[in-house]
């Protein structure tokens, strides 16, 4: 059974820094692009960032350009964020996603909050 | 970066209807196009990938169809559990935009 669990979130102050974990199990993670997608509370869906199976190429939302860095770790089967320079805005709950066919994302984690106030 | 559109952005329906929901792209997405369905407090769970293809394990009810720009959804029977709110995403190139969602709501 694939897993995915979400670490790291919590209480940041504005400007501050975060990193966000995601531990994979129950498929080869080796084999398949990460993806981070968040959600403000009571708002929609926003796509963050997506790295491919060997790192070689990253992708980012301008929203998260320039102050936020995805990379994995596969020997760990770890995903993460390093998020810095944060904004009240960049307050969501972050999901960590498996890519599938055409890169859809089939398999999501639980999610974990980020809350960033002063 | 390629805007992604959803109509409606609500609908109200009885148990049986069919429901349809449309997504549009601002430009020519070449059926890198997914459907997903979120359950308050839940993750998103992938329903249709590729425009068209089932994902595993999802009811046959739903459906997914389109193609270039345009994009539509279909549970052909709503049942009581699909009562949740519907995302499109297009992954043809990046930024990975998302639709901003239709909720379905029970009449």
Not at chain 1, 21 to 35: I, L, Q, V
Not at chain 1, 42 to 60: F, N, P, R
Not at chain 1, 91 to 107: F, I, N, P, R, S
Request: with cysteine; charged share 15%; hydrophobic share 30%.
């Amino acid at each position: 059974e694939v897993q995915l669990v979400e670490s790291g979130g919590g209480l940041v102050r504005p400007g501050g820094s975060l990193r966000l974990s995601c531990e994979a199990s129950g498929f080869t993670f080796t084999r398949y692009a990460m993806n981070w997608v968040r959600q403000a509370p009571g708002k929609g869906l926003e796509w963050v960032s997506a790295i491919s199976i060997g790192s070689v190429s990253t992708y980012y939302a301008d929203s998260a350009k320039g102050r936020f860095t995805i990379s994995r770790d596969n020997s760990k089967n770890t995903l993460y964020l390093q998020m810095s320079g944060l904004r009240a805005e960049d307050t969501a709950v972050y999901y960590c996603a498996k890519e599938g066919e055409a890169a859809g994302l089939d398999h999501w984690g639980q999610g974990a909050l980020v809350t960033v106030s002063s | 970066d390629i805007q992604m559109t959803q109509s409606p952005s609500a609908l109200s329906a009885s148990l049986g209807d069919r429901v349809t929901i449309t997504c549009r792209a601002s430009q020519s997405i070449g059926s890198y196009l997914h459907w997903y369905q979120q359950k308050s407090g839940k993750a998103p769970k992938l329903l249709i990938y590729a425009a068209t293809t089932l994902q595993s394990g999802v009811p046959s009810r739903f459906s997914g169809s389109g193609s270039g720009t345009d994009y539509t959804l279909t549970i052909s029977s709503l049942q009581r559990e699909d009562f949740a709110t519907y995302y499109c995403q297009q992954t043809y190139s990046s930024p990975r935009t998302f639709g901003p969602g239709t909720k379905v709501e029970i009449k």
